[in-house]
C-alpha cells in the first residue's frame, strides 16, 4: 500500500488506504465517532457535509498534513481518491465520483459541454 498519510502512531494497527483514513475522519466530523474514541458530553460534532470537507480542504491546501488528491464528489458528498477514480470537469469546476461520473467524460463530449457552458455565462453577463 503506497499511503501518502504517515501515522505518528497506529493505534489501532490499521492497514487503511488514504482514502480510508480521510473517510473515517470525514464520518467523524459530520458525526460519527470512531469506537476507539470517546468525548466528554457536549463535545460531539455534527457538521454538514460541506463543512466537513472545508475542514479536510483546510488540511489539504494550507495545513498540508492530508494527501490533496482525496476530493469530494460535488454531487452525492462522499469522497474518492482522484489518484484512482473520479473526475474534475472543468468548464463548471465540479468533482465527480465513479457513481456520479457525468455522460460528458471524453474531451470532445466536454469541449462541447464548456462551449455551452461559456455561451450560457456571456448571456448571463
Ligand atoms: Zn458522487
Redesign the pocket.
Known sequence: MDNEIKLLKNNDKKEWTDLEWMNEFYDFLRGECPENIHFGKGHGIKLSPNKAYSIIYYLQEHFPLIPDHIEQ??????L?DSNSS?YHADFNEKF??????PPFIDEKDERIMRKRFERKQKLND
Request: glycine share 8%; net charge negative.
Open positions: 464528489c460535488s454531487e452525492c458528498k462522499s474518492y473520479g465527480y465520483c465513479d457513481s456520479c461520473m
